[in-house]
């Protein structure tokens, strides 16, 4: 009897949590011709826009902050210019092969990304369960490098956050003053945005208060089939920011769970595939229209 009890209340707080994220994706979808994601031009006419597509370079550069240094992968177009600019913030598995194709990714759309390895430098493992905050400090560091560059053009770049890289976005933007000034929008791809070293209650069903004060236009990109305590405080951050007055948006790929960017081998699905491309090009018109070089 008691173990039939248990089960049954397990299965309960599973519809009860299914229930709760389908009202919130409910509540956050926008229909019809005059949602956000509307484009005229295709359903009148039939034009697709054309992504924008560059033969991408790759350079290896230090960024210090006192006596570490920080390894930075810098990805842009081959072509001679300016490019607006990105720093790319990665998650827990680090900056690794995976996520420097994502990189390449969106540099090949016509940006500067600015990539810094946060672990490296600092002899952090992959995959570390707890935050150290020494790292925002070097996320810091190498926003002002970014901002350096001369070929980055405007002197204002989009955070652009996967996993956890979510969380070190957000504390860049409010923590570390960094949003308007120098930061004109923030990207996340199934975002952590709750402090990784809180109980686990504050994980699943809270994000961070400092998604409450973010005033710069945000975009995630989540699946439907992402983990219950990432999924859940995403959508209640678009939902909060949503409901202030923010502009901010979330796109949810039906069919694909985490990491459908850069799953690789034989677990990468068709759908994984669709909603990588789509993502890319969208995060990319995202950031070029809030950093004015449309």
């Not at 081959?78 to 913030?89: C, H, M, S, T, Y």
């Not at 952090?124 to 053009?153: G, M, T, W």
């Amino acid at each position: 009897m008691g173990f039939l009890m248990v089960l049954l209340t397990v299965l309960f707080s599973l519809s009860h949590a299914d229930e709760f994220i389908e009202n919130m994706i409910k509540k956050l979808d926008e229909r019809g011709d005059k949602a956000w994601w509307w484009d005229d031009r295709w359903w009148n006419e039939g034009y697709i826009e054309p992504p924008r597509n560059y033969k991408v370079k790759v350079k290896w550069v230090t960024v210090k902050n006192g006596d570490t240094e920080i390894p930075v992968m810098v990805a842009r177009p081959k072509e001679k210019g300016k490019f607006p600019g990105v720093l790319f913030l990665h998650g827990r598995r680090g900056l690794d092969d995976l996520f420097q194709l994502h990189v390449k990714r969106l540099a090949a759309r016509g940006f500067v990304v600015v990539a810094p390895d946060l672990y490296t430098g600092r002899f952090i493992e992959r995959f570390p369960i707890y935050h150290d905050p020494v790292v925002e400090e070097d996320a810091n560091r190498v926003l002002d490098y970014a901002l350096s560059r001369k070929d980055i053009y405007p002197k204002k770049v989009c955070a652009y956050g996967l996993t956890r890289g979510g969380f070190y976005s957000l504390r860049l933007l409010v923590a570390k003053n960094r949003q308007v000034k120098d930061i004109a929008c923030w990207v996340g791809y199934y975002p952590h945005i709750q402090d990784p070293n809180r109980p686990e209650p504050m994980q699943v069903y809270r994000y961070h208060e400092d998604i409450e004060k973010v005033k710069v236009p945000v975009m995630f990109f989540v699946g439907r089939e992402e983990q219950y305590q990432r999924l859940r405080p995403a959508l209640m951050a678009i939902d909060y920011l949503r409901s202030h007055g923010r502009e901010a948006y979330v796109v949810i790929y039906p069919g694909v769970g985490r990491g459908f960017d850069f799953r690789n081998g034989n677990r990468r699905k068709f759908a994984d595939d669709l909603a990588a491309k789509d993502a890319v090009v969208r995060a990319a018109r995202f950031i070029r229209a809030k950093l004015g070089v449309e």
